[in-house]
């Protein structure tokens, strides 16, 4: 089994900056990309920030300019530095991550817990 384990949520002031993290354990031979969505409830789940193995990134529309996403394929891990928020950021955060799981190049996507962000005006 594999798990996804993200930290660094909670409540900020508009302007504020969060980092959010996510550690992936468990039968990984390895991990294709990494990422972030956030969801608000009663709406559908919407990607943040993307970043593939070899680093290549991709961001929302909204995000880009005040959110980087990072890795470290050896720990497994992603982090998603939040800058500048604003009220519309409010959400839970999810991590995901793509992972190989056999030597049968099978892939299954994982999801973390998610992280509330609550930005206040």
């Known amino acids: 089994q594999v798990q996804l384990v993200e930290s660094g949520g909670g409540l900020v002031q508009a302007g504020g900056s969060l980092r959010l993290s996510c550690a992936a354990s468990?039968?990984?031979?390895?991990?294709?990309?990494m990422g972030w969505y956030r969801q608000v409830p009663g709406k559908q789940r919407d990607l943040v920030a993307i970043?593939?193995?070899?680093?290549?990134?991709t961001y929302a529309d909204s995000v880009k300019g005040r959110f980087t996403i990072s890795r470290d394929n050896a720990k497994k891990t992603t982090s998603l530095q939040t800058n500048n928020l604003q009220p519309e950021d409010t959400a839970v955060y999810y991590c995901?991550?793509?992972?190989?799981?056999?030597?049968?190049?099978?892939?299954?996507?994982?999801w973390g817990q998610g992280t509330q962000v609550t930005v206040s005006s």
């Open positions: 970043i593939t193995s070899s680093g290549s990134t």
């Open positions: 468990g039968s990984i031979l390895s991990i294709t990309s």
């Open positions: 995901y991550a793509v992972v190989r799981v056999d030597g049968n190049w099978n892939y299954n996507t994982y």
